[in-house]
T-cell receptor
Framework: EPEVTQTPSHQVTQMGQEVILRCVPI?????FYWYRQILGQKVEFLVS????????KSEIFDDQFSVERPDGSNFTLKIRSTKLEDSAMYFC????????????FGQGTRLTVV | AQSVAQPEDQVNVAEGNPLTVKCTYS??????LFWYVQYPNRGLQFLLK??????LVKGSYGFEAEFNKSQTSFHLKKPSALVSDSALYFC????????????FGPGTRLSVLP
């Protein structure tokens, strides 16, 4: 069964460093998302991406964050200068096309900022 | 704006007994409703969805959920709980007339006691 894969599963970084979280969406999917879950809290929407541009973003997704689809298979989330409060589980998801109700989530990357 | 409420932080049930995890929602248009489950240190696993049609939807692992439009609820149920069902359960909504992103509830931790 096709699945969304995320790497790494766990990343530890020092405050102020840049991190890139990687995702490989399901191959024929066109619509991509990033969500985050701070430990013990609910899953929050960060950004959606369609047709090589951001289609929606939340207030959490400030100038420190960026997304990119560098090639035909990867979808990345970059945090330029990490803060302690960026420590969270980050989930990538993908949908087949615009308007498809279902999205498939990856296993997540646990980011720890020290 | 869309919102999802899960009124119980924690639900405890004895193995073999029926379980219910509650969810209510608020959307401006027609909702697409979902349940996801998260096991410790794992990603979000899709359980079931309501898009249209029959108000009772069946999903993975024997779970089902009933869509009630008048009460704006989408409670998750299972006739006979297993210890292995113990996990964190998230209700989510997509209002396709408003935006593409999911809005998640805060989660309910289910503990099934042997």
């Amino acid at each position: 069964e096709p699945e969304v894969t995320q790497t790494p599963s766990h990343q530890v970084t020092q405050m102020g460093q840049e991190v890139i979280l990687r995702c490989v969406p399901i191959s024929n999917h066109l619509y991509f998302y990033w969500y985050r879950q701070i430990l013990g809290q609910k899953v929050e929407f960060l950004v959606s991406f369609y047709n090589n541009e951001i289609s929606e973003k939340s207030e959490i997704f400030d100038d420190q964050f960026s997304v990119e689809r560098p090639d035909g298979s990867n979808f990345t989330l970059k945090i330029r200068s990490t803060k302690l409060e960026d420590s969270a589980m980050y989930f990538c998801a993908s949908s087949e096309r615009w308007g498809t109700p279902e999205a498939f989530f990856g296993q997540g990357t646990r980011l720890t900022v020290v | 704006a869309q919102s999802v409420a899960q009124p119980e932080d924690q639900v405890n049930v004895a193995e073999g007994n029926p379980l219910t995890v509650k969810c209510t929602y608020s959307v401006s248009g027609n909702p697409y409703l979902f349940w996801y489950v998260q096991y410790p240190n794992r990603g979000l696993q899709f359980l079931l969805k309501y898009i249209t049609g029959d108000n009772l939807v069946k999903g993975s692992y024997g779970f089902e959920a009933e869509f009630n439009k008048s009460q704006t609820s989408f409670h998750l149920k299972k006739p006979s709980a297993l210890v292995s069902d113990s996990a964190l359960y998230f209700c989510a909504v997509r209002d396709m007339g408003y935006g593409q992103n999911f809005v998640f509830g805060p989660g309910t931790r289910l503990s099934v006691l042997p």
